[in-house]
């Protein structure tokens, strides 16, 4: 049976009335006769983007801008227990992190439980481009077989699957309108599919959704409109609703028109059940049934219908501003938990040199962290690039004073190699670096003894001292590490520098997360005297 709004009143007043409007309805007009204009609804109905209107077929065409949102990925292609997850954070919001992060682990939970499979963090992701690493544009509306079929947002394993996925539906000002959509399928059959649509005042002060935007009065208004287009659609001689809108519960009304968003004019679109009815409706024998079944509201009559809040959102989304995100924090200032994300550690060694600021150009274009390993007679030549390092967060190591073998030297040249260069770092920084890297990964037990510095060895060497070839490296530092690697590479050579872009875009389209040697080690150093050489 379809859905419908019923009234508060009694089965006999039903009766009656729809005995009367039969028996009106089966007296035919007299020749002459014609009927009295009707009142048009200040609405139409039809998916504009179907009907040649200004939504345009492609979504992309339209997607808001959002730069400096911060899209998290998660990919696990575990045929048992697959997981792909994506959503958009705004650095600096933590209750806005919070809320989005919460819908995912506790997704994620759900689905570990139903399949007996615990979470683990992967990078199983099928090198996913950094122009599609984002929110995507119309991932919250498309069906979701469609969805499931994107190997972007869903593993295609087969079994059951879990996929989270974000788009952003407006973006100006000071507020962000991000869809979180969930959905689970078994073999490709669709369990669940649920879209939560946020509204968002980036520096936090509120989180809505839009149930919150219509007005009682509103909703009347709207029930009212609809009913009557419905009714001109499906030619009824007295379009006008018969029916009283006070006798329609409000959490009905509202459940009904929950689905709308303001367009970059101002109006409002509200996406209405395909099977709404009413009584009346249900009287008429050609109602059309459109599916999507779109409703739009002129800019100028929108008004009407908002809660105060509302009419403040729809100010701000109109008025064409750019999106302003607040100073937020950079990834390796930022806690990780790298029990949730796939973390992977790149490290740069010898430097800094002539391209150590070209990697933190391209590390920061893409919210990238890393770790440096500094040369201590290199740093009071470059103080601004390790102000920099440490401003943007990355994490500062130490690596000797001018990379010898530290086994071979003597106890008080160890001492020499290690301590002068943490000096150099901090005063500059103002920090001493709480780890090392010994020059060739040379370390023994009595190198260890003379300093309280853990070494820092590494999980995969990229070789790139050795300048190999571009697809070479990529293959190295993209292909080779899992989750919790250290990555080696040399920030002083040229071909470093230049495939840094490819490398990070390769690890980040994996579905990692790059962050410093301290978050991947969960903020915790190890012990003094050790070596370390995975997360």
Sequence with gaps: ?????????????????????????????????SPPPAAVPAVSLGDPAAAGGDAPADPAAAAPSAPGLDVRLLYNADPASPVAARWGEIPGN?????????????????????????????????????????CLPGSSTKPAAEVLADPGLAPQTGGPVLSV???????????????????????????????????????????????????????????????????????????????????????????????????ADGSLRITVPSDFTTPELDRLARVPRPDPLVMTVPAAEVAALLTPQGAEIQTVLTSGAPLVLPAGPTRGQQQVDCGLFACVALTYD????EFTEQVLDELDARRAAATFFLQGYRVGSRPDTLKRMRDEGHEIGNHSWNHPDLTKLTDEEIRDQLERTSAAIAGITGSAPTTFRPPYGAVDKRVLDKTKLPAI?????????????????????VAQPGPGAIVLLHDVHENTARMTPAIVDGLLGRGFTAVT???????????????????
């Design 350 to 353: 010898d430097g800094p040199g």
């Design 517 to 535: 040697l301290e978050q991947l080690l969960g903020g915790r150093l190890p012990a003094p005297h050790t070596t370390t050489s995975h997360g």
């Design 94 to 134: 933590d209750a806005f992190t919070a809320l989005l992060r919460g819908r995912v682990t506790d997704a994620i939970a759900a689905h570990a439980a139903a399949t007996g499979v615990a979470y683990r963090p992967a990078a199983d992701a099928p090198d996913i481009g950094a122009d599609m690493r984002g």
């Design 165 to 263: 996925s974000c788009e952003v539906r407006a973006a100006a000002g000071d507020i962000l309108v991000e869809a979180l959509r969930i959905i689970t399928a078994t073999d490709g059959q669709v369990t669940s599919d649920d879209t939560t649509v946020y509204y968002v005042q980036t520096s936090g002060a509120f989180i809505t959704t839009s149930d919150t935007f219509l007005s009682d009065e509103g909703l009347r208004i709207l029930l009212k409109d609809l009913v009557e287009a419905l009714k001109i659609a499906a030619g009824a001689l007295r379009p006008e609703m018969t029916q009283s809108v006070d006798e329609f519960p409000l959490d009905q009304l509202r459940t009904t028109f929950a689905a709308h968003t303001f367009a």
């Design 1 to 33: 049976m379809r859905p419908r709004l019923r009234r508060a009143v009694g089965a006999t007043a039903l009766a009656v009335v729809a005995a009367l409007l039969a028996g009106c309805a089966s007296i035919p007009p007299a020749p002459a006769w």
């Design 457 to 477: 060895l590494w999980t995969v060497d990229t070789n790139d001292w050795q300048l190999p070839d571009d697809a070479t490296l990529i293959s190295r530092a």
